[in-house]
């Protein structure tokens, strides 16, 4: 199976600030078939991006998603403090369909 | 509107039986693939499978086949995710999500609320 690794584990930064999340995948993730999520506390997952750099509906152009093969980057843009959570990729590329360890974002 | 619900919280004890379901609204249920996504107390997402209900195909994780079965009910809109004996160890959160479009390949674009299922002796 394709094991995805995130990093960092956690990431706090400051409203305004620049937040850039990695996913690198033990094999390729072929037709950039990932998705980020993210998870806010008592709540389920929220799509953002799909397809590893097309946003979901509602999502606004602060999130960018971006790479191939088997690296890829999440990218949020002039930080707000909504943007708090736990932000998770997935890969949908090869049965099954597995999830990273996710990025724990703090807005300070 | 797409909507998906879950069925509520499950206390169980080791060895016992359950089905949890997942019914949705607003498209046609048999032309999307809905899926089963674990969360255990404080843990990541685990996919568990997923399930075509045109024509009942699922496919499974190797770490959830032969413990538990997927099935969905095309007359009402039902997917379920059924345990015939239960463990301690599958307490968790279990969440039922839709894939974003009709292809076997997809992300999850739709998310159930979940539901907790607590297996205590």
């Known amino acids: 199976e394709i094991v995805l690794i995130q990093s960092p584990d956690t990431l706090s930064l400051s409203p305004g600030e620049r937040a850039t999340l990695s996913c690198r995948a033990s094999q390729d993730v072929f037709s950039s078939f990932l998705a980020w999520y993210r998870q806010t506390p008592g709540q389920p997952p929220r799509l953002l991006i799909f397809?590893?750099?097309d946003r979901a509906t509602g999502i606004p152009d602060r999130f960018s998603g971006s790479g191939s093969g088997t690296d890829f980057t999440l990218v949020i843009n002039r930080l707000e403090p909504e943007d708090v959570g736990v932000y998770f990729c997935q890969q949908y590329a090869r049965s099954p369909y597995t999830f990273g360890q996710g990025t724990k974002l703090e807005i300070k | 509107e797409v909507q998906v619900v879950q069925s509520g919280a499950e206390v169980k004890k080791p060895g016992e039986s359950l089905k949890i379901s997942c019914q949705t609204s607003g498209y046609p249920f048999t032309d999307y693939w809905i899926g089963w996504v674990r969360q255990m107390p404080g843990k990541d997402l685990e996919w568990m499978g997923i399930?075509?209900?045109?024509?009942?195909?699922?496919r499974y994780s190797p770490s959830f086949e032969g413990h538990v079965t997927i099935s969905a009910d095309k007359s009402i809109n039902t997917a379920y995710l059924h345990w015939s004996s239960l463990k301690t160890s599958d307490t968790a959160i279990y969440y039922c999500a839709r894939h974003r479009r009709n292809s076997r390949y997809s992300a999850f674009g739709n998310w159930g609320q979940g539901t907790l299922v607590t297996v205590s002796s």
């Open positions: 399930i075509y209900p045109g024509d009942s195909d699922a």
């Open positions: 397809g590893a750099s």
